[in-house]
């Protein structure tokens, strides 16, 4: 069903493509709609720009309805280091936080940087478990973490969240989704997550410059964010006292083309329908994990899980990467091996000839 899709991104028809826990593709429609855009503002100037304030309501909108999230705790920001920052600087200093070793440097930092009291869990097939231990003897009141691990995909069961804020409610659950967010469905309103942020460039598919975060109310009550702007007030300068806590994350303008990119993302995703994507994505992380795992090339971390995402970081040395690269296979050098990452207009196909071309050189 999805290979009526790839004719949409053109580096598809020369390369075989395993990077998008890099850099998601910029598609046909995407394109068309961008050039568009900037056609409008050629032509049209000021009137054009002042217009298309309704085009950042409407991605405020679309994606509330797409993650499943009260529009009016949506927070539209350029990307989710920038949003997670002007979140922190609104928690109280004694909170003591939960972070996974070794995770995203924009997850972990702004935390380290901060003086917060921080206790760490390993990042193993036991990652939910070792997470659980640490917050019944450790006394957390925030958990941080990425849902997918950037270096070896390591998906982290939304389940186990969603029980894990039942049995500890006072717990404060921050997730970054940019490696999950575009690959698997996400009901926000019905998970355990409390603010889930994500910036829009990889698995969404929307180009650089726009992300999102997504706010339970109840964070409200844990956050006195001081982040505020002309824009936060949507230009009136009587509402400085009313500022919504969602438009503190909104300062200054916000550019109709990045955000506009994301709302037609987002619409190209809905027409696709998230729940054939993610079916597409767990089959080729199925496929995958049996060919990397009958090479040897797996870490026991990722083969004893129940669940993984498309990203794998296989063993390889330098000759191996430059091997795939002489193959039109583009990935990314990650840790101490070669991450591999695929997205629904791949193929298993494309994993076969993955397979292929690393059983010439082994």
């Keep these: 069903m999805m290979l009526k899709y790839r004719k949409s991104y053109p580096v598809l028809n020369h390369t075989i493509y395993a990077n998008t826990a890099a850099f998601g593709l910029l598609g046909d429609e995407l394109l068309e709609w961008r050039q568009n855009h900037d056609l409008d503002y050629l032509i049209g100037g000021s009137s054009m720009k002042i217009d298309s304030l309704g085009l950042i309501s409407g991605a405020r909108v679309m994606v509330g309805e797409f993650f499943k999230c009260n529009k009016d705790l949506v927070a539209l920001v350029p990307n989710f280091s920038l949003g997670l920052n002007m979140l922190l600087e609104g928690l109280d200093s004694k909170e003591h936080i939960l972070l996974l070793e070794n995770d995203y440097p924009s997850v972990n930092w702004p935390f380290e940087n901060r003086g917060f009291q921080i206790s760490y869990a390993k990042i193993d097939e036991r990652v939910e478990q070792n997470i659980l231990e640490k917050v019944k003897t450790n006394s957390i009141t925030v958990l941080a973490l990425s849902l997918v691990q950037w270096i070896n995909g390591i998906r982290v069961d939304l389940d186990f969240l969603r029980s894990l804020k039942e049995e500890y409610p006072q717990l404060l659950i921050i997730a970054d989704g940019t490696q999950f967010c575009g690959a698997f469905e996400m009901d926000f309103e019905n998970s355990g ?28 009550r844990r956050f006195r964010i001081k982040a505020i702007g002309f824009n936060s007030a949507n230009a009136v300068i009587a509402a400085k006292n009313t500022i919504p806590f969602n438009k503190h994350f909104e300062p200054g303008h916000l550019d109709s083309l990045n955000f506009g990119s994301l709302k037609r993302a987002l619409e190209i995703l809905n027409a696709i329908g998230m729940k054939e994507i993610t079916a597409h994505i767990e089959n080729l ?11 040897g090339l797996l870490n026991k971390d990722i083969v004893l899980r129940n669940q993984h995402s498309t990203i794998f970081n296989i063993k390889g040395n330098d000759l191996l990467f430059n091997h795939l690269i002489d193959e039109n296979v583009l990935c990314s050098r990650r840790g101490e091996g070669i991450r591999l990452s695929f997205h629904y207009y791949n193929t298993v196909e494309d994993i076969d000839s993955i397979l292929e071309i690393i059983r010439k050189l082994l």
Excluded at 285 to 295: H, M, P, Q, R, V
């Design 285 to 295: 992380s199925n496929k995958a994990i049996l060919g990397f795992n009958e090479l």
């Design 193 to 220: 997550i409390d603010v889930l942020g994500a910036s829009g460039y990889k698995w969404l598919l929307a180009g650089t410059g726009n992300g999102f975060m997504l706010f339970k109310d109840l964070v409200k």
